[in-house]
Nanobody, 113 residues
Framework: QVQLVESGGGLVQPGGSLRLSCAAS????????MAWHRQAPGKQREMVAF???????WYADSVKGRFTISRDNAKKTMYLQMDSLKPEDTAVYYC???????WGQGTQVTVSS
């Protein structure tokens, strides 16, 4: 059973930064495409970024230029560096093995002054 555990969320002021982590276990992490998603209150879950096994990346337009996804295969961990945060980035952020039903429990990010 794949286990994914997110951490690093919190409350930050607009313009601030946060770094999310997703630690994986029970999976050959280096062979998996990984993704970050988010779900804001009253909205559908949306993918914000993914990273493939060659560390090629994709970003949603809403976060392009502000968020950076990365991975450390030795640590079985994926990261999301979030800079220039906006109130509309407020959501629960989830990590996911891309196109599978393997999800973490989520970590809350709140951007507010």
């Amino acid at each position: 059973q794949v286990q994914l555990v997110e951490s690093g969320g919190g409350l930050v002021q607009p313009g601030g930064s946060l770094r999310l982590s997703c630690a994986a276990s029970q999976v050959i992490f280096s062979t998996k495409i990984m993704a970050w998603h988010r779900q804001a209150p009253g909205k559908q879950r949306e993918m914000v970024a993914f990273i493939n096994t060659a560390s090629n990346t994709w970003y949603a337009d809403s976060v392009k230029g502000r968020f950076t996804i990365s991975r450390d295969n030795a640590k079985k961990t994926m990261y999301l560096q979030m800079d220039s945060l906006k109130p509309e980035d407020t959501a629960v952020y989830y990590c996911n093995v891309y196109r599978t039903s393997n999800w973490g429990q989520g970590t809350q990010v709140t951007v507010s002054s």
